[in-house]
Each structure stands twice: as C-alpha cells, then as structure tokens.
C-alpha cells in the first residue's frame, strides 16, 4: 500500500485511510488487522525515507530495494517497540560495536522483544533499539531478516485476545547487523520529535483495529435483534393459530435503549477516529512528512493521538459488552464471533504508549504547556 507508485505499489500516503483500512479488515478479524498494520508502520517509514533522501544516496537506494521487494511480494515485515520491564524511550535491546562505534562488519545485537506481533509468518523484522557511538547515546532502528543468525523466535504467544496475531517474542543473540541496516532516530530516553512523530503515525491505525471490532460487534447485535424479533412474531403467530398480537415482534424498550447508547458510542468514537486521521494528513502536508516539525508539534499530535485511543477503548469495550448482553447466553459459548470479539476487545488499553494509567497525566501536562521529556 505505500510502495511509491513508480516502485509498482498503490501509493498511499493518508493516514486516515490508513487507520480506514484497519478498521474495516478488523469487522473480519481483530488479529489480522494489527499484524498487516505492523507491516504498513515500517513501509510507510521506508516510503517517506526514500521520498526525502537524496536520489542514489545510501539511504534512498536501500530504501528502494526494501520497497521493490515489497511490491514483489517478497519482504513482509513484523515490528515491535515493546519490551518487558521498560518502555518505549528505553529500549534494552542494544546494537553494540567495539568501543561502541561499530565495526567494520557492522553491529552486534542483543535483547529480548515482546508482542512480535506476525512473526512466525515474517520475512524480516523492524525494532527499535539502544545505539551508543561517538556522538551520543541513541534509540535507533533495525530491519534484518528472520533468518538472521542468532533471531529466536520463542513460540511463547499464549494470551487471552488477539490470538491469532502470532505476537511471540523474540530474542536477539548476538546478531550481526550491517551497518546500512541501523538507522538513528533521536536520544536514548528522552522525547523528541521524530521520537513523537514516529510513535504516533505507527500507533495510531491500531486503534481503528478496536474501532472495527466495535463496528462489527453493534452490526451482530443489531443483526441478532432483528432475527430474535422475526422468531417470536413467528412463535406468537403459531401459538395464537394466526392471531399476532401488535407487540408480539417488537423488541423490549431496554433493547431500544441499549441499541440507541451503542450508537452514540460508536458514533463518538468514529468521529474522533476520523477527525484525528484527518488531523494527522494536515499535518503530514505543512511539515513535509513531519520533517519541519517542532517538539510542541510532536507533543500535540501525541496528545491528540491519545485522546483518541481513550475514547475509542473504552467505547469499543462498552459496545462489546452490550452486545454480549444482548445476545443472552449464547454469547458466552466459544462458538459465538461476539466471544472472540470480546477477548479481542481489551487488548486496546495497554497498548503503549500510553496505558490508561498514564495517559491523563502525560495529556494534561501537554495542555498546560509542560512538554514531557521523558
């Protein structure tokens, strides 16, 4: 999808069709969803890195191999920034050199990455990382190969939701890395802007994923009530041998009452969805791909980001929650979509950055002006 059009791909660039993306292939499936996103978060990067890079420099070339290879069919890419125990501006896992700047075979890395998600089906995978040189201590990125001497996926994803989305860990055991595969981002633990950029425009279509599960949970609902209203017009006709009564195939006024509540959830949650991909191509466009961009700026898509995740996350759980309760006890059997859906559901909240913990204090300190750097 943002393979450049002269390298054979479609050319997006909208990150509110982006995030409409997601959040259709979600109504299908929760899991499949946030794995191709994955994808989309490094080729979108690519993409921009090959547009601003100077034509037949390193970058734009390397840039332009990766992205025809995409297009081929050839490359599908699993990310991850999380790690146990830390947090996105800390990554542990390290690209170490002798004397920590490089050798002339490249960097050797090592640590532990969680939430892979797609990668036992991968070709290659991208994380951030811990980088020290001679010019500082940085969190940096690296794409190399599943393959790779050293990557072990260790088979370890066994959770409540998302199941299907392959999102093991993996360990990284002294894995050589080429240099041209190590790019720098910004400081090691500190915000900064192309820190916040990042992190919002990868982050950010995920939450559709949520919305989309909500969209298809009020789509079963409404669905379920209509049949339950068809069956007892049925039953009553039977029973009074053709003599329906004028209530026998309505709904009960709490259905009326939960249906219309998960419409205005719904409704809130896409138009801040849509308001905040819109938001996020604005300000794509008067900053060349968030090139110009300032801290303050980062910071204010960050906390517009976040806003949007709260709101979303918690409406698209409430909705699946009203829908198990209307659907009664078939609901809760495992063969019932609405028992995935609610599983799939609360992956939302802690997906960082931020967790529901932490997310009102870092807004808060944004509105009045005192920009977090850590």
Not at 110 to 128: C, D, E, R, W, Y
Request: glycine share 10%.
């Amino acid at each position: 999808a943002f393979v450049p059009e002269e390298l054979a791909g479609f050319g997006l660039r909208s990150m509110h069709d982006w995030i409409l993306t997601i959040a259709t292939l979600a109504r299908g499936d929760g899991s499949a969803a946030i794995a191709i996103s994955m994808h989309l978060s490094t080729t979108r990067g690519l993409a921009a890195l090959y547009r601003a890079s100077e034509t037949g420099s390193a970058p734009h070339l390397r840039a332009k191999t990766i992205l025809e290879a995409v297009a081929k069919g050839e490359m599908l890419i699993c990310s991850t920034t999380t790690e146990r125990g830390t947090d996105n501006l800390h990554p542990l896992t390290e690209a170490v050199g002798t004397e920590a700047v490089g050798t002339e075979e490249g960097w050797r890395l090592n640590g532990m990455k969680n939430f892979v998600t797609m990668s036992p089906l991968a070709t290659h995978v991208a994380t951030n990382v811990r980088m020290r040189d001679a010019d500082g201590d940085h969190i940096a990125n690296v794409l190399l190969p599943m393959n790779t001497e050293g990557v072990q996926p260790q088979g370890d994803w066994d959770a409540l939701g998302m199941r299907a989305s392959g999102s093991q860990s993996v360990q990284f055991e002294n894995c050589l890395v080429p240099h041209d595969a190590l790019r720098k981002i910004g400081p090691w633990g500190t915000w900064s802007t192309p820190v916040l950029v990042n992190r919002t425009l990868a982050n950010v279509p995920l939450v559709g994923a949520f919305l989309g599960i909500a969209e298809a949970a009020f789509q079963y609902a409404l669905d379920g009530q209509v049949t339950a209203q068809a069956d007892r017009g049925q039953v009553t006709a039977q029973a009074d041998r053709g003599q329906v009564t004028a209530q026998s195939d309505k709904a009960r006024p709490g259905v009326h009452h939960v249906l219309a509540e998960m419409e205005i959830l719904l409704a809130t949650a896409q138009s801040i969805l849509a308001r905040l991909g819109t938001k996020l191509d604005d300000f794509m466009a008067a900053t060349n791909g968030g090139e110009t961009a300032t801290a303050a700026q980062g910071h204010e898509l960050m906390k517009d980001y976040q806003s949007a995740k709260w709101v979303v996350n918690r409406n698209a759980i409430d909705i699946v929650s009203q829908a198990m309760d209307l659907s009664g006890g078939g609901g809760f059997l495992a063969r019932n979509p609405l028992s995935r859906l609610y599983r799939d559901v609360r992956a939302g909240p802690f997906m960082q950055p931020y967790s529901p913990i932490d997310a009102r204090e870092y807004m808060g300190k944004v509105l009045l002006g005192e920009h977090p750097e850590t």
